[in-house]
């Protein structure tokens, strides 16, 4: 295996593990690590490695994920509520996902619908 794809799944394990230990100190510190924007340079760097260096199959990925941001938004605000609620970590996280999903959902509805797609 190459050395590329393997230092992102590293970094993304350091990240997991810091956010562990760094909760424990600080919630909002621990939360500023789990959103940082780690995973996007990683899956930039992946894709790109396994392309060789491809800039406009770089630039397609990071199409997407710029699509992807406004879902995710989503799934972040429905996760909040569910929690500011008082539900059990399960339900915010389905709860999260639901939104997530149907958040995409509408997003390639909406591409489709306006000929973008």
Not at 72 to 95: E, H, S, Y
């Given at each position: ?109 909406a591409r489709r619908w306006l000929?973008?797609?």
């Open positions: 295996m190459k050395w590329q794809a393997v230092v992102p799944v590293v970094i993304s394990i350091l990240v997991i593990i810091a956010v562990a230990v760094v909760q424990r100190y600080s919630k909002m510190v621990a939360a500023i690590t789990a959103t940082m924007p780690l995973n996007i340079p990683l899956s930039l760097w992946v894709v790109a490695a396994a392309n060789g260096g491809d800039r406009p199959g770089t630039a397609r990925f990071s199409d997407g994920l710029l699509l992807g941001i406004g879902p995710t938004v989503v799934f972040v605000v429905a996760a909040w509520l569910a929690a500011r609620a008082g539900w059990r970590v399960a339900a915010v996280i389905g709860t999260g996902y639901a939104a997530w999903g149907l958040a995409l959902i509408a997003l390639f509805g000929g973008l797609s």
